[in-house]
């Protein structure tokens, strides 16, 4: 900035007194909306009748809110997740006198709620609360609505007074920070890239088990070999179950980093070691999926789950909702895969680390969102529920695991108490964390175009290849570009200052220019302590006035440091 020194050089003491006490004035206004923006919101609790109703349907109803009315919950928690919320919903309602009403629009991963809910955030009729993955989903649902990010509440500020920055594991919060907002409030952590065995059928083959991809390749050829259909890849739901199973191997052979680099599309496909894993990918893909359960097409992940349990197959490549599901309605425990539980033979179902990816974390988390309106306050009251340790036990005993660092074991299964050590033990390396790319990792219509892509090459085998790989070069452009729209909003990346999620910061970020992008302040910045340097800034300014009038120092030696 260039300073006009001769009008500088021209203002009187008392000049300069009247231009401190202004700066004074601002500088005391911004600490006090310092103070009170980062105090805790005042809430106001409406007591009314208990009641509790979970809605199931495949229809999108008119969505009206007061501020005395249910506060709807727009989920596609329709099978554990539903049994989770029958125990939640009226915890809540006891604790805080509000009601609290699940909409529910099935569908696996999402496949149905998210376009009911973009539909109704278009149409400006949003829901009080809704079910959104963190990730850069919730993204999709800002550059749908007609205020962008201000239709959502900014739930930064709640997070830090709830404790969670704390308490909870820093990698979580990092995965639904966009350059240090959050936008939604996490409610529990899955874990994706998983592999489900049935150990019964192993052992009674005398087949190792598969902790790496060479094993695997050969269990699935001994068992088809022994009449056994050794995979259940469903097709029921649109081709979420078979991404699932494709970036499970691409992480298993390419590792985080390029895992990372597809969340932001980014992923150099012209890079002969990228095509190389690529077309790696899909030849296994191919290869698995090759021996499918007959009547795959028609299939869901739940029906393929009991096909798991009943030993009618051996492998399925999925999230830990698996677990849940089992122990609810199929009346089995899943166990992690330990020798004292792989060689007990009273155990059939096995969860593991999809192999190759055992030093990996897959973060699949659930979060809500809250829409600006009328229930705000009561959407917060049950967020802020929700994301306490005492709705965490409630909640994550049935879902899931949690978040926070100190939970003891209260899970109902074995394999949920191991997934959440490994969540702890593998917060030590931040790097060795993903987003499902399947469950929020990438943006809703990219989501639907990867689903399809798959599906279609399953259903065509080898000839399907040229379109599916042009399928993913579209997907990942689309994704860089939605990313880059982010961008310009201030929320162009995964994490908070100097603490990008993964550690990796896309391009962007590091380089905007290149990207047709203002300058970032997004890296080595950090507004939290702005009201501090406007009263240390002030502070110094009173101080020099001092100085001015002791004639310590002269205005021409202020306007040279100034000019530095």
Do not use: C
């Given at each position: 900035?260039?300073?006009?020194?001769?009008?500088?050089?021209?203002?009187?003491?008392?000049?300069?007194?009247?231009?401190?006490?202004?700066?004074?004035?601002?500088?005391?206004?911004?600490?006090?909306?310092?103070?009170?923006?980062?105090?805790?919101?005042?809430?106001?609790?409406?007591?009314?009748?208990?009641?509790?109703?979970?809605?199931?349907?495949?229809?999108?109803?008119?969505?009206?809110?007061?501020?005395?009315?249910?506060?709807?919950?727009?989920?596609?928690?329709?099978?554990?997740?539903?049994?989770?919320?029958?125990?939640?919903?009226?915890?809540?309602?006891?604790?805080?006198?509000?009601?609290?009403?699940?909409?529910?629009?099935?569908?696996?991963?999402?496949?149905?709620?998210?376009?009911?809910?973009?539909?109704?955030?278009?149409?400006?009729?949003?829901?009080?609360?809704?079910?959104?993955?963190?990730?850069?989903?919730?993204?999709?649902?800002?550059?749908?609505?007609?205020?962008?990010?201000?239709?959502?509440?900014?739930?930064?500020?709640?997070?830090?007074?709830?404790?969670?920055?704390?308490?909870?594991?820093?990698?979580?919060?990092?995965?639904?920070?966009?350059?240090?907002?959050?936008?939604?409030?996490?409610?529990?952590?899955?874990?994706?890239?998983?592999?489900?065995?049935?150990?019964?059928?192993?052992?009674?083959?005398?087949?190792?088990?598969?902790?790496?991809?060479?094993?695997?390749?050969?269990?699935?050829?001994?068992?088809?070999?022994?009449?056994?259909?050794?995979?259940?890849?469903?097709?029921?739901?649109?081709?979420?179950?078979?991404?699932?199973?494709?970036?499970?191997?691409?992480?298993?052979?390419?590792?985080?980093?390029?895992?990372?680099?597809?969340?932001?599309?980014?992923?150099?496909?012209?890079?002969?070691?990228?095509?190389?894993?690529?077309?790696?990918?899909?030849?296994?893909?191919?290869?698995?999926?090759?021996?499918?359960?007959?009547?795959?097409?028609?299939?869901?992940?739940?029906?393929?789950?009991?096909?798991?349990?009943?030993?009618?197959?051996?492998?399925?490549?999925?999230?830990?909702?698996?677990?849940?599901?089992?122990?609810?309605?199929?009346?089995?425990?899943?166990?992690?895969?330990?020798?004292?539980?792989?060689?007990?033979?009273?155990?059939?179902?096995?969860?593991?680390?999809?192999?190759?990816?055992?030093?990996?974390?897959?973060?699949?988390?659930?979060?809500?969102?809250?829409?600006?309106?009328?229930?705000?306050?009561?959407?917060?009251?049950?967020?802020?529920?929700?994301?306490?340790?005492?709705?965490?036990?409630?909640?994550?005993?049935?879902?899931?695991?949690?978040?926070?660092?100190?939970a003891t074991d209260y899970f109902n299964t074995p394999a949920q108490w191991y997934d959440y050590q490994q969540l702890i033990n593998d917060s030590k390396n931040p790097q060795d964390f993903v987003y499902q790319l399947s469950d929020g990792g990438v943006f809703d219509d990219v989501f639907a175009q990867i689903d399809s892509g798959l599906l279609t090459l399953q259903q065509?085998?080898?000839?399907?290849?040229?379109?599916?790989?042009?399928?993913?070069?579209?997907?990942?452009?689309?994704?860089?570009?939605?990313?880059?729209?982010?961008?310009?909003?201030?929320?162009?990346?995964?994490?908070?200052?100097?603490?990008?999620?993964?550690?990796?910061?896309?391009?962007?970020?590091?380089?905007?220019?290149?990207?047709?992008?203002?300058?970032?302040?997004?890296?080595?910045?950090?507004?939290?302590?702005?009201?501090?340097?406007?009263?240390?800034?002030?502070?110094?300014?009173?101080?020099?006035?001092?100085?001015?009038?002791?004639?310590?120092?002269?205005?021409?030696?202020?306007?040279?440091?100034?000019?530095?």
């Open positions: 900035m260039k300073y006009n020194y001769s009008l500088v050089k021209g203002l009187s003491s008392t000049q300069i007194a009247i231009i401190v006490a202004v700066v004074v004035i601002i500088v005391v206004i911004g600490a006090v909306a310092g103070v009170l923006l980062t105090r805790k919101p005042t809430t106001t609790i409406v007591t009314t009748t208990v009641t509790s109703t979970i809605t199931t349907s495949t229809t999108t109803p008119v969505v009206t809110t007061s501020t005395t009315g249910p506060i709807v919950f727009y989920t596609w928690w329709a099978t554990e997740g539903k049994i989770a919320l029958q125990h939640l919903v009226p915890a809540f309602q006891s604790a805080t006198g509000l009601q609290m009403q699940p909409y529910i629009v099935p569908g696996a991963g999402g496949t149905n709620a998210k376009y009911a809910i973009l539909a109704l955030i278009e149409a400006g009729k949003p829901p009080a609360a809704f079910q959104v993955h963190f990730g850069p989903e919730m993204i999709s649902y800002v550059e749908a609505a007609p205020n962008g990010v201000n239709s959502f509440v900014n739930v930064t500020p709640y997070a830090q007074q709830w404790g969670l920055f704390n308490n909870a594991v820093y990698e979580v919060l990092q995965a639904g920070a966009f350059n240090g907002t959050l936008l939604s409030i996490p409610v529990n952590v899955h874990r994706g890239a998983l592999l489900y065995v049935n150990a019964q059928l192993l052992r009674e083959y005398n087949l190792p088990f598969p902790y790496n991809l060479s094993t695997l390749i050969y269990d699935t050829v001994q068992l088809a070999n022994h009449g056994i259909h050794p995979w259940i890849i469903p097709g029921g739901d649109g081709g979420w179950d078979q991404f699932n199973l494709w970036e499970d191997i691409f992480l298993s052979l390419a590792g985080p980093q390029l895992y990372d680099e597809m969340i932001y599309g980014t992923i150099n496909l012209n890079n002969a070691t990228v095509q190389k894993l690529i077309n790696e990918t899909n030849y296994w893909f191919l290869n698995f999926t090759s021996y499918d359960y007959p009547g795959w097409q028609s299939m869901t992940w739940t029906q393929g789950l009991t096909l798991l349990v009943q030993g009618k197959v051996a492998f399925q490549a999925n999230g830990n909702w698996l677990t849940n599901y089992a122990y609810d309605f199929l009346n089995t425990s899943a166990y992690p895969p330990l020798p004292q539980y792989i060689n007990n033979t009273s155990i059939t179902l096995i969860e593991s680390p999809f192999p190759g990816t055992q030093n990996y974390y897959a973060l699949v988390i659930d979060s809500i969102g809250i829409p600006v309106g009328p229930q705000e306050q009561q959407a917060l009251q049950l967020a802020h529920f929700w994301s306490s340790y005492q709705g965490q036990e409630i909640w994550t005993k049935w879902k899931a695991v949690t978040y926070y660092k100190n065509v085998g080898n000839a399907g290849l040229s379109a599916w790989n042009s399928t993913l070069v579209s997907a990942m452009h689309e994704e860089e570009s939605e990313w880059l729209a982010a961008a310009k909003l201030g929320l162009g990346y995964l994490g908070f200052p100097n603490h990008p999620f993964a550690n990796y910061y896309p391009p962007w970020v590091m380089n905007p220019m290149a990207y047709g992008l203002k300058s970032s302040k997004s890296v080595n910045s950090d507004t939290s302590s702005l009201p501090l340097i406007l009263i240390l800034l002030g502070s110094t300014i009173l101080a020099t006035e001092v100085l001015i009038n002791k004639k310590f120092i002269s205005k021409e030696m202020i306007v040279r440091l100034i000019k530095l």
